[in-house]
């Protein structure tokens, strides 16, 4: 597999959200907005490419017994780096996120990466398959947010271009479930047509 089709079967064809139906938590939670969809994509991006660099450097040397307890520490030492600098540069955006920011730890994307791929392979293929998988989340999460937000407040980004107010049920949680299962029956449509 070239290095290109490691980051675009992460993107499309193993697409977290859309495919995978992994992350679903931080995916109806988070994306009540554009903004906060894409800073989550963002976010597990971040954890996502480091923790598979890393798992892939200590994969063989740890033993078979321990290597999930291992693979977790691995990841929440980089979510934890990545709390404190969000704290640090974007708080407004780390308290919006809040608690789903400390539970990247136990995503299901970025564990299922580490055991599926991350040990099994090397840093550079680990880090492109971090990449591919990493962006298939961000673009599903913005994608996800800016429906929502369109919909519930005739606003995309915080810009308000339709005035009046929008249809509520969209920020909520009722209208994650509609959006996702829509965006999820046109994604796999456009893959079965390909």
């Known amino acids: 597999m070239s290095k290109m089709q490691l980051i675009t079967k992460g993107f499309v064809k193993d697409n977290p959200t859309f495919v995978l139906l992994l ?26 490419v480091l923790s598979n660099m890393a798992i892939s450097l200590v994969a063989k040397v740890t033993p078979d017994k321990v290597h999930i307890p291992v693979y977790i520490v691995v990841i929440a030492t980089f979510v934890t780096v990545l709390q404190l600098l969000m704290q640090a540069f974007t708080p407004a955006i780390y308290s919006a996120l809040g608690v789903f920011i400390p539970l990247i730890v136990v995503n299901c994307i970025i564990l299922g990466r580490a055991e599926a791929f991350a040990s099994k392979h ?60 829509y965006l999820m029956v046109l994604f796999n449509k456009y893959l079965a047509k390909k």
Do not use: H, Q, Y
């Open 122 to 181: 090397n840093v550079i293929d680990s880090a492109l398959d971090g990449i591919g998988v990493g962006l298939g989340f961000v673009v599903s999460l913005t994608v996800i947010g800016i429906v929502r937000e369109i919909l519930g407040s005739g606003s995309v980004f915080g810009w308000k271009f339709i005035t009046g107010d929008g249809i509520l049920a969209f920020i909520m949680a009722p209208g994650a479930f509609l959006v996702l299962g």
């Open 23 to 48: 992350g679903m938590c931080p995916t109806l939670a988070t994306t009540t907005s554009a903004i906060n969809g894409l800073s989550m994509g963002l976010a597990t991006l971040f954890v996502l």
